[in-house]
């Protein structure tokens, strides 16, 4: 209205941007489109800037992670930008021992496998991350209608790289942890919730438009351990950031059969990755949430015309669905060619244009 402020009409033109309206299960002028991981290795500005500066030290630079927040927003021409950190920023924010290791990915030097070690978590307050509230103030400025959309690793995801001491293909340290010592396990989930909790906060408050929780690695696990081991600490998390009405986003990798659960721990949005079609999805998350993805990353590496064949199939197959917003089903892999996610982008708006 005529006498809304600059920043006024700037958080109503976020609102009513594609991307949360899909989120809301609202009509749509198209399918929004945005990548998870679509900052980084992939663009050479990316690298660019990058160069010299360690993983997690570019994650404490407000105007550096604004700069990388931007670029795949000014290249690609995507509905949301997604905060540039990393899901450890919180846990090296309390001072957990840990490193970001070029190729391989999270390390944590002694990792944590008993009640003693449990002790090390302790609360993250606002004061431990003034440079994401920072970066939050510097974003929000540049973005425009355009919605910043916040993160956090989940309490399992965060657990297995803790337990194991970094990433791990089977974790069997964490499963023997969830096995042997159900109640130092819910004890660890517990406090790593409130933790991811504490952090989705600053980001909100700071300004972020939506929340995405990657629960990457919950796919390992069978639905009866999820819904006993997993769950009551991811519903915890959503529960404690509900009451701001952002749109909250749930992703995890090869959970196709616990996409119902991972609904049902309350979020808004389902992330599906590439192994289940939307429509079948849509039947296994029930009404009432929308649902992102699910191109596989790696068809990007095949023609133009293999990619809006598969991403077509994608279109129809979210065509009777309330809300949809179009992503990878994994983040984008470092060797992508930028054209093609800049060619998909174009392609899934001109077909969905209404
Ligand atoms: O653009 C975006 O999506 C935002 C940035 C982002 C990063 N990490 C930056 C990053 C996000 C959302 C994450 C989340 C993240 N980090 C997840 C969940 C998403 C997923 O992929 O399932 C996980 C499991 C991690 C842990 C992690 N951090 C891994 C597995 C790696 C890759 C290791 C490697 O080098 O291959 C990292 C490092 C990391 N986080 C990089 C980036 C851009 C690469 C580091 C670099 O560029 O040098």
Not at 150 to 156: K, S, T
Not at 160 to 180: C, D, F, I, W
Not at 229 to 251: C, D, L, N, Q, W
Not at 313 to 322: F, K, Y
Request: aromatic letters at 8%; glycine letters at 10%; hydrophobic letters at 40%.
């Amino acid at each position: 209205s005529a006498n809304q402020s600059p920043a006024g009409k700037q958080q109503t033109a976020t609102y009513d941007s594609a991307f949360l309206k899909a989120c809301r299960r609202e009509p749509v002028p198209h399918t929004p489109v945005w990548f998870m991981r679509q900052a980084g290795r992939s663009l050479p500005e990316y690298r660019k800037v990058r160069e010299g500066i360690p993983m997690l030290e570019s994650c404490m630079r407000p105007e550096l992670v604004t700069e990388i927040t931007l670029q795949p927003v000014r290249r690609h021409g995507v509905d949301a930008a997604i905060f540039f950190s990393d899901i450890v920023v919180p846990l090296k924010a309390i001072g957990v021992d840990l490193d970001i290791k070029p190729g391989v990915g999270p390390v944590v030097e002694n990792p944590i496998r008993t009640r003693a070690d449990l002790a090390r978590l302790r609360d993250l307050t606002p004061e431990d991350v003034t440079y994401v509230t920072e970066a939050f103030g510097l974003l929000t400025r540049e973005l425009g209608a355009t919605p910043l959309i916040g993160f956090a690793g989940a309490p399992f995801t965060l657990a297995s790289y803790l337990v194991e001491g970094g990433p791990s293909r089977n974790h069997e340290h964490t499963k023997a942890l969830m096995y042997g010592d159900p109640q130092l396990w819910a004890d660890l989930l517990d406090r790593l919730a409130d933790i991811t909790a504490a952090f989705l906060k600053v980001q909100i408050e700071a300004g972020a438009s939506a929340v995405q929780l990657f629960d990457s690695w919950v796919g390992a696990l069978a639905p009866a351990d999820y819904r006993r081991s997993v769950m009551p600490a991811s519903r915890k998390v959503f529960e404690a950031v509900a009451g701001y009405g952002v749109p909250r986003i749930h992703f995890g990798v090869g959970t196709g059969e616990l996409l119902g659960l991972m609904g049902e721990a309350g979020a808004d949005v389902v992330g599906v990755d590439w192994r289940v079609p939307l429509d079948e999805a849509a039947r296994r998350v029930g009404p009432g949430k929308a649902l992102q993805g699910n191109l596989d990353p790696a068809v990007l590496f095949s023609t133009p015309q293999a990619v809006e064949t598969k991403t077509r199939e994608i279109l129809d197959a979210a065509a009777g669905l309330e809300g949809h917003v179009f992503n990878l089903g994994h983040g984008v892999l470092p060797a992508t060619d930028p054209d093609a996610l800049s060619r998909l982008v174009e392609y899934v708006h001109t077909q969905t244009a209404r």
